[in-house]
């Protein structure tokens, strides 16, 4: 009989570091119960309303790292009102007032205060990590409570997030003895920053790694922090627009060739194109290469550049690449995981967008793909069925047609066939989105071979309910699904309600779905939070059970409704 | 110039079914209550230290294991020898059933053998890694004591709220 001693144990869970191992061995019995929630340090909560912040220091109090998610999804194109909630402050008071020794904080789509900012930087003397991504409600003056009081801060990772700016003195608040910055990433704010202070913060960080810079750093800046900062892994340059001839470019140009440990290339937020040669001697290193923010680079500069990156393996990019420079892409990029095409121009007519041709091209060069967000003008089932006989290895598969119910323009037919064969051939598929011109079929072919699909976003998709009982029937490990403008309603959502209980969410906008409907399923399944949100003038209106619901979002609970909803949301 | 033969010290180590292994005093200095039993009796004997906590099997295996680890270490630091020797712990972990490693981490654990111990709560951690929750009871022997209602609210509380990453977040 083999006794494991608490101390082994412990020790061996050491080892043990994904969520859901340390979930399983959460289960065993209760004494493991006991030893792994005691040494838990690392904690995802992905929706911040499915548990409250007392019960997570309950649970696990030797917390180190928590990560939060607030928002839905959709909230990024603007359909989740300011003030919905996703309110990080309660969970900063809770945890200032226990005695975790919080020492890195990770948030998705929540609201930060600069009240709460200040609490944290204040509360726990071994903050190392803040992260915020997609988040809103603070200012600068937050970040320079941050960079005043955070003694022993390694990471501050801003990702677009929306800030006020008062004032660039933020920066300037990190203390003479402030040594230990690892990662410093304030590409998202638009004001200037105290140059001086940037580059004397630089020079007494020799553990920085990454340093993303925005627009107001200028290219002389960024060589005098290169010159201190040689050892950098991650750049994201800030504006990238000089004179080739002066010799601030001609150091510009040795410093980077300094800095041979430049993995990650992103930034040009400013760019003149003819400055780019002095990036080359970087670039055969480079495996992240992120130019979707520099839509200063046209025709044949983006190519130009991607031509010296053998070693890409993620490749964020603007459509004005077109098909020819995708063709590039395949022919150069042979260890390419991961591309994303954004939109140059998501209103315009765009002839510089991408279409099916690029998407092929890619998928027959590039064996390796297996995570693809791709705005195009045009895709065909011919090249998604091409694609999928490539590229059987996605991951994330998400295609964004900018005409949203755009058939196959080659046959006029719906892209069930095209979409059907990625769901086929790709088994180990979690996330997909959707679109072009759908039926019902799309979906039943999902429901069959999605079979570890986590998320799925749809859009003007689909004809009948059966489309959306195909998938909530057929795929198993759904998590998250959101869909907007679709003829579902009713008898799909009401089907079968224990399946929100196995998934984290659903989002339904502009669908079929009544008053009635949602309060049929409130009624029937207590442990999920049905939200109806309004745009405010509607609310009078609303009260008929008949009343088709604008927007609806639920979600499974442990804690009941919260407390913190605005006027404009109705949970029923 | 002759070569003067080197008498190395000869250590013998009995285990707990009654066996006697003579090694190498390198060999036993890697562990670490021998270490700390010579620490603590300077002037010990040469008999035998009894491991009583330490089947033959185990320890013959642990030997091999530290008669690689010297090897390695007697040789440079590059990278193609710390491939190798990465390589010869897999090797080593590989074969050996779920019982074995058990009692290896056990053994390690009593010997106070941090980097063995290292590695092999790793393979523990591999075995077990994306395994049901009844896959790592049997593997560990262990019972569930949970009733249906206590293991259904666990459950609930780490699928609702405690759950993976999601697979966009980086």
């Known amino acids: 009989m083999n006794y494991f001693p608490d101390e082994v144990l412990e020790y061996v869970f050491n080892f043990i570091t994904s969520h859901n191992d340390r979930n ?35 649970r696990f109090p030797g917390l180190k790292s928590l990560t939060l998610k607030g928002k839905p999804h959709f909230a ?17 008071q809770a945890l200032a007032k226990s005695r975790i020794g919080l020492e890195e904080l990770r948030l998705k789509r929540m609201v930060v205060s600069d009240d709460c900012l200040e609490l944290l930087s204040k509360s726990f003397l071994n903050f190392k990590s803040l992260v ?42 990190f203390p003479e003895s402030c040594t230990s910055l690892v990662s410093l990433n304030f590409a998202c704010l638009k004001g200037e920053i105290n140059l001086g202070a940037l580059e004397r913060l630089v020079a007494r960080s020799p553990n920085l790694k990454s340093l993303r810079l925005n627009r107001t750093v200028p290219l002389d800046t960024l060589q005098k922090l290169l010159m201190r900062a040689p050892q950098l892994v991650d750049l994201g340059t800030g504006s990238y627009v000089h004179d080739p001839s002066s010799e601030a470019f001609n150091k510009l140009e040795s410093a980077i060739q300094r800095c041979k440990s430049i993995r990650s290339l992103s930034g040009f937020l400013e760019v003149a194109p003819c400055c780019m040669s002095a990036i080359y001697p970087i670039c055969p290193n480079l495996t992240f290469l992120n130019l979707s923010y520099a839509p200063g680079l046209h025709g044949i500069e983006p190519t130009k550049l991607i031509q010296h990156c053998r070693k890409l393996q993620r490749l964020w990019i603007l459509d004005c690449i077109g098909d020819k420079g995708l063709g590039v892409v395949a022919s150069t990029c042979k260890e390419l995981q991961e591309l994303r095409v954004f939109p140059s121009d998501p209103f315009g007519a765009g002839n510089a967008a991408v279409t099916e041709e690029g998407l092929v091209l890619i998928s027959a060069g590039c064996p390796k793909l297996n995570s693809l967000l791709y705005f195009c003008q045009q895709m065909t089932n011919a090249a998604l069925i091409t694609v999928a006989k490539n590229c059987p290895n996605f991951i994330r598969f998400r295609l964004c047609i900018l005409d949203p119910i755009k058939p196959d323009p080659l046959t006029n037919q719906p892209l069930d066939e095209g979409f059907g064969a990625i769901v086929q051939s790709c088994k180990g598929l979690k996330r997909l989105s959707l679109s072009g011109l759908l039926t019902d079929q799309v979906f039943l072919y999902i429901g069959m071979y999605a ?101 609806m979002y639920l979600y499974r609970t442990l804690v009941g409704h919260r407390k913190d909803a605005p006027e404009f949301v109705w949970i029923l | 110039m002759s070569t003067a033969t080197v008498k190395t010290k000869k250590i013998t180590l009995r285990t707990a079914d009654n066996h006697d292994f003579e090694v190498d005093e390198a060999i036993a200095m890697e562990f670490g209550t021998v270490r700390t ?82 590695m092999l709560n790793q393979a523990v951690a591999d075995r077990i890694k994306n395994k049901s929750v009844e896959y790592v009871r049997r593997f560990f022997g262990i019972e569930n004591d949970y009733s249906p209602e206590e293991e259904a609210e666990v459950r609930a509380q780490n699928e609702w709220a405690f759950e993976g990453v999601d697979p966009d977040d980086d």
């Open chain 1, 24 to 58: 399983s061995v959460s289960l065993v019995c209760k004494s493991w119960y006991k030893i792994e929630r005691y040494s838990r340090q690392r904690v995802f909560i992905g929706n911040c309303y499915s548990i409250s912040p007392e019960r997570l220091i309950a």
């Open chain 1, 76 to 92: 990024d194109f603007n359909l989740v009102p300011n003030d919905w909630g996703g309110f990080v402050c309660p969970w900063i």
């Open chain 1, 451 to 551: 079979e570890q699909l986590e998320m799925l976003s749809i859009a003007f998709a689909g004809d009948t309910d059966k489309g959306m009982l195909h998938v909530l029937n057929g795929c198993k490990k759904l998590r998250k699904l959101e869909i907007m403008d679709c003829p579902f309603g009713n008898i799909a959502l009401l089907e079968d309600v224990g399946k929100y209980e196995t998934m984290r969410s659903l989002w339904m906008s502009s669908c079929e779905v009544t008053l009635g409907g949602c309060k049929t399923l409130a009624e029937k399944m207590p442990s999920l939070s049905v939200e109806i949100i309004y745009e405010s003038e509607q609310m009078e209106f609303c009260l008929d059970d008949r009343q088709k619901v604008e927007k």
């Open chain 1, 132 to 173: 915020l991504v997609s988040c809103e409600g603070f200012t600068t003056d937050g970040l320079a409570a941050i960079a005043a009081n955070c003694r022993f801060l390694r990471e501050l990772d801003l990702q677009e997030n929306e800030v006020e700016e008062h004032s660039g003195h933020w920066l300037s608040c």
């Open chain 2, 37 to 118: 039993f010579f620490d603590d009796n300077p002037d010990a004997s040469d008999e035998p230290i009894p491991l009583l906590n330490v089947s033959s099997k185990c320890l013959s295996t642990i030997i091999e294991y530290c008669q690689s680890l010297l090897a390695f270490r007697a040789r440079d630091s590059s990278s193609s020898v710390e491939d190798e020797a990465k390589a010869y712990d897999e090797e080593l972990v590989k074969n050996q059933d779920n019982e074995l490693l058990k009692e290896m981490i056990l053994a390690a654990n009593y010997l106070n053998m941090k980097d063995l111990l290292d």
